[in-house]
């Protein structure tokens, strides 16, 4: 997809000439159990079936994509409870549903397809989030287009959860779906109402105590998925441009898949990378490989069309 492409390139190119000391493999842990790479299929499907309009649009209908994306999503009990699509700032879009088969309430964010999730991405500078997290600073655009979007869905979520009591709550997404995902886990996540986390090739969303903050609010609960050299998970921190004037800093775990692009995912191609800024993994790539952002756990494009 297009998508991140305008927004990469404009970011990276300046720093093209810079050369970066090979990344230090250095393993922390070899590979995933079992369990942890069947959450992480089920949520990647999730992602990309935000991309399809017969998801965002809908209301009552099961999760779909194009025949073959979503191999997990088309065999399991599914309904989307309320599709959304352009709101604004943002343009954000994609749809909340409920899971019957794995007892899950899944709300899940498009990553950028369109005009309005571009400029958002670029609205790169800082904003402080006061109260909650002093010293947290994150990127504008994302933080706007959560705290618009958020007065819409969680009367949704909460009517949910009361009528799911047992239910897990998760928040996921793709690219710029991610970063949507991770400010929504992080601010609406409770004692009371807590709020699983799964990115894939989510950008930088704040400073490092923004990163200390979420590894603290979901301890456990919180997985940042990376592809190979995937640009987009360290363009913020990379780009000089950005990077002259703001701070911003990867979260820990990383969960660092290293098998090729269009190529399937097994245990031993996940690498668990603990620590903010821990160049072990994605972040000590370099390189434009777009390639590597839009496919995860299968094509991120659950459909073509839209
Ligand atoms: C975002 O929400 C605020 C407060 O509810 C509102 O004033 C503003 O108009 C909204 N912005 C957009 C672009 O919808
Ligand atoms: C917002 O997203 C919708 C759905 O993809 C698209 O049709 C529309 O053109 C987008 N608007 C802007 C301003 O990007
Ligand atoms: C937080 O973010 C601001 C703005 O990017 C930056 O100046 C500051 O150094 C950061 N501080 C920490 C500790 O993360
Ligand atoms: C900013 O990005 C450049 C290029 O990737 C890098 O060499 C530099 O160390 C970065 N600066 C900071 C403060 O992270
Ligand atoms: C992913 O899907 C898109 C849209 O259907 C398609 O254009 C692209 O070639 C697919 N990529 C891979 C690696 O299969």
Same mark, same amino acid.
């Given at each position: 997809m297009l998508t991140s492409t305008v927004v990469i390139f404009c970011f990276l190119v300046p720093s093209l000439g810079w050369t970066m000391p090979?990344?230090? *493999?250095?393993?922390?842990?070899r590979d995933v159990p079992p369990e942890t790479l069947t959450w992480l299929t089920l949520f990647s499907e999730y992602s990309a079936a935000a991309t399809c309009a017969a998801n965002f649009n809908s209301q009552g209908s099961k999760v779909v994509c194009d025949p073959g994306v979503c191999p997990i999503l088309e065999q399991i009990d599914t309904t989307v409870i309320t599709g959304f699509m352009g709101h604004n700032p943002g343009n954000t879009t994609g749809f909340l549903a409920v899971d019957k088969t794995n007892e899950l309430i899944v709300l899940s964010f498009r990553g950028s397809r369109t005009q309005g999730n571009w400029v958002t991405d670029f609205e790169y500078g800082q904003v402080p989030i006061y109260? *909650?997290?002093?010293g947290c600073y994150v990127h504008h655009g994302y933080y706007y287009a959560w705290g618009n979007f958020s007065q819409y869905i969680m009367p949704s979520i909460n009517q949910l959860a009361a009528q799911y009591p047992r239910y897990h709550i998760i928040f996921t997404g793709h690219s710029f779906g991610g970063a949507l995902a991770t400010l929504g886990a992080v601010l609406e996540?409770?004692?009371n109402r807590p709020i699983s986390l799964y990115t894939f090739g989510c950008p930088q969303v704040g400073n490092h105590t923004f990163a200390q903050f979420i590894t603290g609010n979901t301890a456990g609960n919180g997985y940042r998925v990376t592809h190979s050299d995937d640009p987009v998970p360290r363009a913020f921190s990379t780009s000089p441009e950005v990077n002259k004037t703001w701070q911003y800093s990867t979260t820990s775990p990383e969960f660092w898949i290293t098998s090729g692009n269009d190529m399937p995912v097994t245990t031993s191609d996940i690498q668990v990378i603990w620590g903010?800024?821990?160049?072990?993994?994605?972040?000590g790539t370099t390189g434009l490989d777009l390639a590597a952002h839009n496919w995860y756990i299968g094509n991120m494009s659950g459909c073509s069309t839209n």
């Open positions: 090979a990344a230090d *493999i250095h393993l922390e842990r109260g *909650i997290c002093p996540g409770t004692a903010i800024d821990n160049k072990n993994g994605n972040l």
